[in-house]
Structure formats: structure tokens, C-alpha cells
């Protein structure tokens, strides 16, 4: 049956959240349940094209890349892929009206990381909207339930949420991506001489991004409000610990975290903003 290959679909896209992200999945619980399973499909379906040009390094990346893209333009044309997680993301795109313009602009921005790229304002802008801004756009088409005119008018914070997000990983894993990946994505950034007036302009720009995206999450519908604000929280705190951090700190090979007993008090303390309405 049709549907159970679905249903095994819509699974594959949630195992492969949870296995991947801990604390995504966590996010995940928090929406609406009927908003669960296309969440994971997006989850999954930018989890595989990560994976291509992160991790991948002993294949041909950019013939997997390119054959992600085509396998991608088959299911949604198609309506079926025998690849679970396309399959469960092309019905998301399906349902929700995900135009595909922002799919095409997400695998771009994972097309420029097969290649070492010195990033200027102008490429740097360009990656973060692929990379996280249009993936933001996607899941807002979820929260918004196909509403064209609220989709339009939460569609610029739904952006800079996205764009902090992006950039919060990029000084998270700045050592990571330098060393192991070759990559440096914050444009005229010299590694060598990464000094603190360096970090602070970086953090002054995600604190604008945070502030605009916040306007957003107080009028997003209910069912995915308190989710998406708890991603907010979870953000803004690995923000203001990396914040705390001296600039060489951050080129260490030690990744900074929130501990998953911190998550929980988190998700506490933004359940209560969000039932007592102070976002």
C-alpha cells in the first residue's frame, strides 16, 4: 500500500533528525503535532545535502551533489521517490506550496561548498540566504499552514532568524570548518589574525538579526510559535556564551555547547514567556 510506504517515508525523515540533531528534534516536539512530520521532512531532506559536501570527502561529492539535485527535481515533479526522504519532502513541498526557487537557492548555497571559496560581502550574503534563510522560508510556509498573506508578511524576520541561526554556527564551528574543511565563510576574515574587534563586529551584525527575527516569532501562529521560540532561546544562549569567549578561544578544537541539563531549564523558562505571552 501506497500509504504505508508513506508513513515509512515520513519515519525515515524523523530517525534521521533525532540521530542527527538532539536538540532539533527537541525543537520539533514543542510545534503542533500535525506540523511534526513536514518539519522532519525538511530537516532530512537539508540533512542529506549537508552530509554530501561535509562529510563525503572519499567520493565524487560534486557527482553526488549533482545527482541529489536531479533525484530532488524527479520526486517533486514525480510526487513519488524511491528514496524515503525525498519522498516524505517532496509531499511537504506538495502540500505546503514550497516554491522551488528556494530549494534551488538551498542547494546552490551547498554547490559553493564544493569548491574553496574566499567569501566577499556580496558571496557571503548570497551563502547565508541559501544555507539558512531560505531554509527558514520553507519551514515558515509549514508554520503559516500555506497562508500566502501571513507566509509574506513574517517572510523578512523568518529570514534574519535564519541568518543568526547561520551565523551563530559559523563562530560555533569556526575552527572545525577552517582546519578540517578549508572554509572561512565571514568575508575580509584573516584566520591568523582573528583579534576580538574582529568577534565583536561579527556579534554586533547577529544581535541585529536576532532582534528582527524575534518580532517575527510573536506573530507566528500558535501552533508553532512556542517551538520556534524555543529555538530562539537555545540560540541566543550558546550566543552569549560564545560572547563571553576571548576571540582566540573560538580557533580552539573544543566546540561550545549547551549542556542538555541547560536545554531543559531553557525549555522551562520559554514555555512560561510563551504561556504568560512576555515574548
Same mark, same amino acid.
Given at each position: 500500500?501506497?500509504?504505508?510506504?508513506?508513513?515509512?517515508?515520513?519515519?525515515?525523515?524523523? *530517525?534521521?533528525?533525532?540521530?542527527?540533531?538532539? /536538540? !532539533?528534534?527537541?525543537?520539533? @516536539?514543542?510545534? &503542533?503535532? =500535525?506540523?511534526?512530520?513536514?518539519?522532519?521532512?525538511?530537516?532530512?531532506?537539508?540533512?542529506?545535502?549537508?552530509?554530501?559536501?561535509?562529510?563525503?570527502?572519499?567520493?565524487?561529492?560534486?557527482?553526488?551533489?549533482?545527482?541529489?539535485?536531479?533525484?530532488?527535481?524527479?520526486?517533486?515533479?514525480?510526487? *513519488?521517490?524511491?528514496?524515503?526522504?525525498?519522498? /516524505? !519532502?517532496?509531499?511537504?513541498? @506538495?502540500?505546503? &506550496?514550497? =516554491?522551488?526557487?528556494?530549494?534551488?537557492?538551498?542547494?546552490?548555497?551547498?554547490?559553493?561548498?564544493?569548491?574553496?571559496?574566499?567569501y566577499n560581502q556580496m558571496l557571503f550574503e548570497d551563502y547565508i540566504l541559501g544555507s539558512a534563510e531560505v531554509v527558514?522560508?520553507?519551514?515558515?510556509?509549514?508554520?503559516?499552514?500555506?497562508?500566502?498573506?501571513?507566509?509574506?508578511?513574517?517572510?523578512?524576520?523568518a529570514m534574519r532568524l535564519g541568518s543568526a541561526f547561520q551565523k551563530i554556527n559559523f563562530l560555533r564551528d569556526m575552527?572545525?570548518?577552517?582546519?578540517?574543511?578549508?572554509?572561512?565563510?565571514?568575508?575580509?576574515?584573516?584566520?591568523?589574525?582573528?583579534?576580538?574587534?574582529?568577534?565583536?563586529?561579527?556579534?554586533?551584525?547577529?544581535?541585529?538579526?536576532?532582534?528582527?527575527?524575534?518580532?517575527?516569532?510573536?506573530?507566528?501562529?500558535?501552533?508553532?510559535?512556542?517551538?520556534?521560540?524555543?529555538?530562539?532561546?537555545?540560540?541566543?544562549?550558546?550566543?552569549?556564551?560564545?560572547?563571553?569567549?576571548?576571540?582566540?578561544?573560538?580557533?580552539?578544537?573544543?566546540?561550545?555547547?549547551?549542556?542538555?541539563?541547560?536545554?531543559?531549564?531553557?525549555?522551562?523558562?520559554?514555555?512560561?514567556?510563551?504561556?504568560?505571552?512576555?515574548?
Amino acid at each position: 500500500m501506497k500509504a504505508l510506504y508513506d508513513s515509512i517515508s515520513r519515519r525515515t525523515s524523523k *530517525i534521521t533528525t533525532k540521530a542527527y540533531s538532539t /536538540s !532539533f528534534s527537541l525543537g520539533i @516536539r514543542l510545534f &503542533n503535532k =500535525e506540523l511534526h512530520d513536514p518539519i522532519y521532512a525538511i530537516y532530512g531532506f537539508v540533512r542529506l545535502a549537508d552530509e554530501i559536501v561535509d562529510t563525503f570527502h572519499d567520493y565524487d561529492k560534486a557527482l553526488l551533489m549533482a545527482e541529489f539535485r536531479q533525484d530532488t527535481v524527479n520526486a517533486i515533479e514525480r510526487g *513519488i521517490s524511491l528514496n524515503p526522504i525525498l519522498h /516524505s !519532502f517532496q509531499e511537504t513541498v @506538495r502540500k505546503y &506550496n514550497i =516554491e522551488w526557487e528556494l530549494i534551488d537557492r538551498f542547494l546552490k548555497s551547498m554547490e559553493m561548498d564544493l569548491s574553496d571559496i574566499e567569501y566577499n560581502q556580496m558571496l557571503f550574503e548570497d551563502y547565508i540566504l541559501g544555507s539558512a534563510e531560505v531554509v527558514g522560508l520553507m519551514c515558515l510556509h509549514v508554520f503559516t499552514y500555506g497562508d500566502q498573506k501571513m507566509y509574506d508578511e513574517l517572510k523578512q524576520p523568518a529570514m534574519r532568524l535564519g541568518s543568526a541561526f547561520q551565523k551563530i554556527n559559523f563562530l560555533r564551528d569556526m575552527h572545525a570548518d577552517h582546519i578540517h574543511l578549508g572554509r572561512t565563510y565571514f568575508p575580509g576574515l584573516d584566520m591568523s589574525n582573528f583579534d576580538q574587534e574582529s568577534k565583536t563586529r561579527i556579534e554586533a551584525d547577529i544581535e541585529k538579526d536576532f532582534y528582527d527575527g524575534l518580532e517575527g516569532i510573536r506573530r507566528l501562529p500558535s501552533g508553532a510559535r512556542y517551538g520556534v521560540y524555543s529555538a530562539y532561546v537555545y540560540y541566543f544562549n550558546l550566543f552569549k556564551k560564545i560572547k563571553k569567549l576571548n576571540s582566540q578561544r573560538l580557533l580552539q578544537d573544543k566546540r561550545i555547547r549547551v549542556p542538555n541539563s541547560a536545554k531543559y531549564g531553557l525549555l522551562v523558562t520559554s514555555y512560561l514567556r510563551y504561556r504568560f505571552n512576555l515574548l
